[in-house]
């Protein structure tokens, strides 16, 4: 009747997010970095379906909320690097025109 769990339920927090031994880090860390190697090269002529098996290999490696974390980051740094590029192609004098 309590609000005790019973022995056979484990704690939430150990479902969520378990120990991740070194060792799978590094396994994890491999197929991400293979993964995104293989996608940042064929993005760009379309052909990024050529990583799918990376992917689903990174995908079995990795931590869900790892996955989610990475490819948020991914995303970010590549928008950033973006509009990097985008400021460097503006003319110094007209990238600051509106302020006139």
């Known amino acids: 009747m ?13 479902q969520e997010q378990p120990m991740v031994s070194q060792k799978k880090r590094k396994v994890c860390y491999e197929h991400r970095d293979k993964y995104y190697k293989c996608f940042n090269t064929h993005a760009v002529d379309g052909s990024a379906d050529q990583c799918k098996e990376l992917r689903r290999q990174y995908e079995e490696a990795c931590l869900r909320s790892w996955v989610k974390y990475f490819d948020d980051m991914h ?22 025109a509106a302020d006139e």
Do not use: I, L, W, Y
């Open 2 to 14: 309590g609000g005790t769990a019973s022995k056979d339920e484990e704690p939430a927090m150990s």
């Open 75 to 96: 995303k970010n740094e590549k928008s950033a690097a973006a509009q990097k590029r985008m400021m460097q192609t503006v003319q110094p004098s007209k990238r600051f």
